[in-house]
């Protein structure tokens, strides 16, 4: 899961999902780590580089 808000981060932790937290968005590198996002990216390139290194 991909979101910017501790929602997001939160839901998806409660299914099972790890959840990446975006900088780029509404919400703060504060709120997603308290939330419990697995990484934090601060573009969506970052994005895209930490999947293909967490997945290729």
């Known amino acids: 899961m991909i979101g910017d808000r ?3 981060v939160i839901g998806a932790n409660r299914n099972g999902i790890r959840a990446i937290g975006v900088t780029y ?3 703060t590198a504060d709120e ?3 939330a419990g996002a697995s ?3 601060a573009s969506p ?3 895209l580089d930490h999947i293909h290194s967490s997945f290729g």
């Open 32 to 34: 997603l780590i308290e």
């Open 45 to 47: 390139r970052a994005v």
């Open 6 to 8: 501790s929602h997001d």
């Open 39 to 41: 990484h934090l990216c």
């Open 25 to 27: 968005g509404y919400g």
